[in-house]
């Protein structure tokens, strides 16, 4: 196991920002970078051969939904949050992120957080490389490797990781407020700001209200309602 500061007290901030490190218990645990190359095995074949679909299932069953697209908009959601959340608070807490290379990092696809994920190598970066390690390391793949796979749209899934990121960048701050730590709430909006300026974020929420300009379909759930940032006022009918 790790000791690495810039990873072993993200814990304080909450439970999606913790980070495992160290080998997993179960080693067979496939990386992020195989689960996104998977996106080639087929929706129909085994399960194990590609861990998105995998999870996309699991989450299905754990909402209730029938729905492929739904579920894979709520577990794309979740994987976005965990890695928006580790990177974004090493970065305001250090002014520096984990290189969250998706050859380093181990999945469990029916795990949930914090046990999901599991870096095998800590190694640092500045914090200005935070795009680069979540949102093209990242987001980029897990978006085509669920595309690939499911009639999802990209605006749908760069909205999730907008919302997320804000999730995050609000998490940091009431922390920071509670604890005394300015510059951690400085450095995360400042990282933020810079990030909503890339064109696949840019024009995801509003920009006086942060509210989506698309929706997670979070409202087709049994009983589900709209989420806080939801782009509208209330549910749509469904068809």
């Known amino acids: 196991m790790d000791h690495d500061p810039a990873v072993t007290d993200l814990s304080a901030l909450g439970g999606f920002f913790v980070l495992r490190t160290g080998a997993p218990p179960d080693g067979a645990l496939p990386t992020l970078a195989e689960a996104y190359r998977a996106r080639d095995a087929g929706v129909e074949k085994e399960v194990y051969a590609n861990p998105v679909i995998s ?99 990209a605006r749908l899934l760069w909205g999730n990781a907008a919302s997320a990121l804000m999730g995050a960048v609000r998490q940091v701050e009431r922390w920071a407020l509670l604890n005394g730590r300015p510059e951690a709430r400085v450095r995360a909006r400042a990282l933020a700001a810079e990030l909503f300026t890339h064109p696949e974020l840019s024009d995801t929420l509003d920009p006086e209200t942060y509210r989506r300009r698309s929706c997670c379909l979070y409202y087709r759930l049994p009983g589900g309602g709209l989420c806080g940032d939801c782009c509208f006022d209330r549910p749509p009918g469904r068809t």
Not at 75 to 80: D, E, F, R
Not at 82 to 106: I, Y
Not at 112 to 119: G, H, K, N, Q, V
């Open 55 to 153: 999870r996309v299932r699991r989450v299905a069953r754990s909402v209730r939904t029938p729905e492929p697209r739904v579920a894979a908009s709520i577990a794309h959601l979740g994987l976005a949050a965990r890695l928006w959340s580790v990177a974004l608070g090493a970065a305001a807490l250090h002014d520096r992120v984990p290189d969250l290379d998706p050859r380093l990092l181990r999945w469990d696809a029916e795990a949930s957080a914090p046990d999901e994920l599991w870096l095998t190598e800590v190694r640092t970066l500045p914090a200005e490389r935070i795009g680069e390690v979540v949102r093209e390391g990242h987001l980029v793949p897990l978006a085509a490797a669920i595309r690939a796979q499911l009639p999802i749209s």
